[in-house]
C-alpha cells in the first residue's frame, strides 16, 4: 500500500492508469472499506481510498464535525493526482463530501471526470435529522439498523469507545450540512441508490440531475442503504461501464 498523504491509501498503486478514482466513505467508514474496490477495478482504474481523520491509522487525530472541512482536505490531498482524470465515488456521507469536493476542484480550474453518488439524496433535499444529538445507545441502534457494519463488533465496549467519535463527528458533519448556492458541476453525474433506502428516496436521489450541466442516470439496485454489500459485482460493473464511457 502506498501514501502520499494521511488521507489517501493507495492499495493497487498503478501510476499509468488511464482514470483515478477518488472513493470516500459513509459516516463511520473509513478507506479499509474500499479495499476489495480497487483490487476488483486494479489495473485499470487506480483507487484513491480517501481515510477521515479519527479512526484507523488516523484514530489519534480529532475527527472532523462539518462537510466543509472534510472537502477542504479531501480537495488539498487529491490535488496531486489531477495530472491525469480525476473521478469521484462518494456512498452517503462520502457523496455529500465528493460534490463538494468536485465543486472545490471546478473552481480551482480542475474539474473532475465525473461524480457517483451513491446512496445519498440530492444537495439540495434536505431532511430534519439528530442522530448525531442521541445517547451512544441511539447512534448505535441506528448504525443497526442501516446494517452497513458488523453488529457483533458493535457489542464489544471497546470497539464502541473506538468507533463512536468518529461516528458522532460523522453524522454531525452531514446532518448540519446545507447546501449553498452557485455554479453547478459541469461533469456527469451517476446516482446509484437502492430501490429501498430509508436515506434516499428515489424522488431524492432523482435531484441530482439539478446539480450538473452535463449528463444524468440514476440507477436503482435491490436493496436498503448498504445495498452495495449485497451487489458488490453489479455496482462494480456499473462504475467501471460508467468509467469506460468517458475515458479513452
Given at each position: ?26 459516516a463511520g ?39 466543509d ?5 479531501v ?20 457523496a ?11 473552481k ?18 434536505h ?16 448504525i ?11 457489542d464489544d ?16 458533519a452531514?446532518?448540519?450540512y ?23 428516496t428515489?424522488?431524492?436521489a ?11 442516470r ?7 442503504h ?23
Amino acid at each position: 500500500m502506498a501514501t502520499t498523504s494521511a488521507w489517501v491509501q493507495r492499495f493497487h498503486p498503478q501510476p499509468e492508469a488511464p482514470v483515478r478514482l477518488v472513493c470516500l466513505p459513509h459516516a463511520g467508514g473509513a478507506a479499509s472499506y474500499y479495499h476489495p474496490v480497487s483490487a476488483a477495478l486494479s489495473p485499470d482504474i487506480e483507487v484513491l481510498a480517501i481515510q477521515y481523520p479519527g479512526r484507523q491509522n488516523r484514530r489519534t487525530e480529532p475527527p472532523l464535525h462539518t462537510i466543509d472541512g472534510l472537502a477542504d482536505g479531501v480537495a488539498e490531498a487529491v490535488e496531486p493526482y489531477t495530472d491525469r482524470p480525476l473521478a469521484f465515488f462518494g456512498h452517503s456521507l462520502g457523496a455529500t463530501v465528493a460534490y463538494e469536493t468536485a465543486r472545490r476542484l471546478t473552481k480551482a480550474g480542475t474539474p473532475p471526470l465525473t461524480l457517483i453518488a451513491s446512496g445519498r439524496r440530492a444537495p439540495s433535499r434536505h431532511r430534519d435529522e439528530d442522530v448525531h444529538q442521541r445517547t451512544d445507545a441511539g447512534v448505535l441502534a441506528e448504525i443497526r439498523r442501516l446494517g452497513g457494519t458488523d453488529t457483533q463488533l458493535l457489542d464489544d465496549p471497546e470497539i464502541q469507545a473506538m468507533v463512536l467519535p468518529a461516528v458522532r463527528a460523522d453524522y454531525q458533519a452531514v446532518e448540519t450540512y446545507r447546501h449553498t448556492e452557485g455554479p453547478v458541476l459541469g461533469c456527469p453525474i451517476l446516482t446509484l441508490v437502492g430501490d429501498d433506502d430509508p436515506l434516499a428516496t428515489l424522488d431524492e436521489a432523482r435531484d441530482w440531475k439539478l446539480h450538473t450541466t452535463g449528463d444524468f442516470r440514476l440507477t436503482t439496485f435491490t436493496g436498503g442503504h448498504f445495498y452495495l454489500n449485497d451487489q458488490a459485482p453489479a455496482v462494480i460493473t456499473a462504475i467501471r461501464e460508467h468509467l469506460a464511457t468517458l475515458t479513452p
